[in-house]
Structure formats: C-alpha cells, structure tokens
C-alpha cells in the first residue's frame, strides 16, 4: 500500500497485556469504588491506549474523546430516552390492568418501534462519534448526517427481513452496514460500502433450516414411539431422542450462528472502501471461536477480573485481522469539515451495544 510496502500489513497492533494490565486493574477498582460512575473515563484511558497502539502504514491512531463526553452522553440518553421509555413501559401494563387493550394494541407496536429506531440511531451516532475522535496524521473522520433517517432505516427494513418469513434477514443486515457506512467520511473522503447478501446466504439457509429439520426429526421420534404401540421403553427412547435432539440444535445453531457472523464481517469489511483504499477482513470462523471461548474462560477461570480485559482483548483481534490495500495521498488529505460532537456516544452506552 504506498508508504506501507516494507510494512507486513497495513495495519499493526503493538501494544502488550503485560503494559495494559495497570490500566485495566485500575479501571476495575475505580468503576467499582465508584459504583459504576468511573467506567466512562476508564473506557477513555482505555481507548487512548488501544488507539496510540495501533499502526496505520507509518504513523499510530490518537483517540481524542474524553470520559466527560461520554458521560454527557449517557445522561441525555437517560433523560430523553430511557425515562420516557420506562413511563411508557408501565403505562402500557397500568392500561392494561385497567382494560383499555384497544390503547395498548396501539401502544405496545409503537414501543417496539421505538426500541427499533432508537437501537439503530445508537449505531449511527456511536459509529459517527468514534471516526470523529479517532485522529490519524492529525486528521479525523465522522460525518454530518444526523442519523435520523438510519434511524427509520433500522425499523423498516428488518421488519421487511421478517415479514419474508425471515429470509431477507441478510437483506436489511446487508442494506444496513451499506447506508451506515455510506454516510461516513474520513477527512475529505467519503467511504463506499456495498455489500450484498448474496454469499451469505449459504450459512444462513443452515441457520433458518435447522429449527424446521429439528421439529421433523421429534415428530418422526414421536411417531417411531406410537409405530412401536407407545411401550414405555420406545416412548422413553423417543423422549430421549428429542430431549438430545434440541441440545443438539442449540449448540449447533450457536456454532452456524459464529460462522454466519464470521462470513458477514468478512464480506462487510470486504467490500468497504475509503477513497483508492480497499479493506478486508481475514478472520475466519475457528478464529472468531478461539476469541470468544478465550474471554469466557479468561473471565470465568479470574472470577470476573479478566472481564477488564475484554476490550483489549477484542481490538487487538480487530486489528490482527485487519487489511488495507491500495494508495492514500497524504498532501490531499485534509481535515474534515463534519461537525465536531459535543458530546458522546450516549445512546450507545444506554444499550450497550458496539459500533461496528
């Protein structure tokens, strides 16, 4: 890539446990000590580390954001959000106490609705929020939509996935990433995206098929016990066969599940671009099973310690598997002219959900 051909990759993680173990346990402490309060300052530091870490081509990432942002963020987040949202939750229970289930009829899809669009705006802002405090050569992405209209994005199209009997779920996932991304800048550069459902389709044919050859293979379990005049011991083979059949197909529906995640964020990176530089994305599915049983036993075996972690944990397995190719002219590279945050991703805090 340019400036990056006596480089392995473009992209690098140099950053070492042993060096971010203070910061981890520290951060720990101070968020329990504080009930909670510390954890936006502690994401920062956390952040700022990770980030100046981080190698892209010949100089490393500088986070910018502050726990201050963030914790703005979050507040506006629960006063205009999650406070009307748990008036509305009991207000509808109260009505229907009260008998009024016409009123909750309507109010109860306008909650869901609203769930839908606020989760989606979450993604938009938390994304936008990110690019705009993440500096690389001193120059900085984000993007001047205000994620109003992903927002609605976010209700519609999973709902069309759904209503085709859940086989356009690819689809809105697909068409998602697409408008999310598409709505991005870094520097003057606007990213491109368009990814398509198609290749995915394969392993998520596994996934929606599983459950129907489940229900086929208990019915033909039930109808073995009655073919052998339902004796206790064919009815106790065939209560054992379906009994081993559905923790069969809830562990292999987790396993599809990973693979078909694997795939998607490999076709969504791959088909990303900034400009003249394309991204890939090479973790495959045993790699997305080695970081996720690794942190449920790094948490498990430390008695919750190693949850601290988890961030790091998954940045450097971002950037591990991370690719770019392509040209970037540093002298056309100027600042961007999208509108600096106030405040944090604070929408995104409120669910707990990530970016990317």
């Known amino acids: 890539m340019g400036d990056s051909s006596s480089q392995d990759s473009a992209f690098a993680f140099q950053g070492n446990w042993k060096e971010f173990a203070p910061i981890a346990l520290t951060n720990l402490?101070?968020?329990?000590?504080?009930?909670?309060?510390?954890?936006?300052?502690a994401r920062t530091r956390e952040r700022r580390y990770l980030w100046?870490?981080?190698?892209?081509?010949?100089?490393?990432?500088?986070?910018?954001?502050?726990?201050?942002?963030?914790?703005?963020?979050?507040?506006?987040?629960?006063?205009?959000?999650l406070l009307?949202?748990?008036?509305?939750?009991?207000?509808?229970?109260?009505?229907?106490?009260?008998?009024?289930?016409g009123v909750v009829a309507v109010l109860a899809p306008s909650l869901y609705v609203f769930l839908l669009f606020i989760f989606g705006l979450a993604q938009f802002r938390a994304l936008r929020y990110r690019l705009s405090r993440t500096f690389w050569h001193g120059i900085r992405g984000g993007s001047a939509d205000p994620g109003f209209a992903y927002?609605?994005?976010?209700?519609?199209?999973?709902?069309?996935?759904?209503?085709?009997?859940?086989?356009?779920?690819?689809?809105?996932m697909c068409e998602l990433w697409n408008e999310r991304w598409r709505a991005m800048s870094f520097g003057p550069h606007p990213f491109t995206s368009d990814?398509?459902?198609?290749?995915?389709?394969?392993?998520?044919?596994?996934?929606?098929?599983?459950?129907?050859?489940?229900?086929?293979?208990?019915?033909?379990?039930?109808?073995?016990a009655f073919s052998r005049g339902a004796t206790a011991p064919a009815a106790g083979a065939a209560i054992g066969f379906v009994i081993l059949g559905v923790i069969a197909a809830y562990?292999?529906?987790?396993?599809?599940?990973?693979?078909?995640y694997a795939k998607y964020f490999r076709e969504a990176v791959g088909n990303l671009s900034l400009?003249?530089?394309?991204?890939?994305?090479?973790?495959r599915t045993v790699d997305?099973?080695?970081?996720?049983?690794?942190?449920?036993?790094?948490?498990?075996?430390?008695?919750?310690?190693?949850?601290?972690?988890?961030?790091?944990?998954?940045?450097?397995?971002?950037?591990?598997?991370?690719?770019a190719s392509g040209e970037i002219d540093l002298a056309a590279l100027t600042q961007s002219d999208t509108p600096e945050l106030k405040q944090g991703e604070g929408l995104l805090d409120a669910f707990d959900v990530g970016a990317i």
């Open 29 to 41: 402490l101070l968020t329990i000590v504080t009930l909670g309060v510390y954890r936006f300052w």
């Open 52 to 81: 100046s870490r981080t190698r892209f081509i010949d100089d490393t990432l500088e986070w910018t954001g502050t726990g201050m942002e963030l914790f703005i963020g979050f507040i506006m987040a629960a006063v205009l959000i």
């Open 84 to 101: 009307p949202l748990f008036i509305l939750n009991f207000g509808i229970q109260a009505l229907m106490l009260r008998g009024y289930v």
């Open 151 to 172: 927002g609605w994005s976010a209700v519609w199209k999973p709902v069309i996935g759904f209503m085709a009997l859940g086989l356009m779920i690819p689809w809105s």
């Open 195 to 224: 990814v398509r459902p198609g290749p995915l389709m394969g392993r998520y044919l596994l996934f929606y098929l599983l459950p129907i050859a489940g229900c086929v293979a208990a019915i033909g379990a039930i109808g073995f």
């Open 251 to 260: 562990l292999a529906m987790g396993v599809i599940a990973i693979a078909f």
């Open 275 to 283: 400009t003249t530089v394309d991204f890939e994305f090479t973790a």
């Open 288 to 323: 997305w099973f080695k970081l996720l049983i690794g942190s449920a036993l790094l948490v498990i075996f430390t008695l919750g310690i190693g949850y601290a972690f988890l961030g790091y944990r998954n940045w450097s397995f971002f950037i591990r598997h991370l690719e």
